[in-house]
């Protein structure tokens, strides 16, 4: 048997897999990916709304206002 006959059967096995390969997603991917688009949203809008809300949450624990971040920022590190 010759080199060349011992690798064509590679060779179609390769090319059947890149066919395999080359449908379009299922709608189980663009599910996914809007979940994942729309949690990255959240929480970074979380993260930007902080400094709108952080004189509420001062005033609503009667702490500084470092030591309000400071609880907060911990708080958010320790969730995400």
């Not at 930007?48 to 500084?64: C, E, H, I, M, N």
């Not at 400071?70 to 969730?79: A, D, H, I, R, T």
């Amino acid at each position: 048997m010759s080199s060349e006959e011992r690798v064509q059967p590679a060779r179609k096995c390769i090319q059947q897999s890149h066919s395999h390969h080359s449908t379009q997603d299922g709608s189980w991917a663009w599910l996914v990916l809007f979940i994942a688009w729309f949690s990255n949203l959240v929480v970074g809008g979380i993260g930007l709304s902080f400094p709108v809300v952080l004189p509420a949450l001062r005033d609503y624990f009667g702490k500084t206002r470092q030591q309000t971040g400071e609880y907060f920022v911990n708080y958010q590190g320790e969730k995400l």
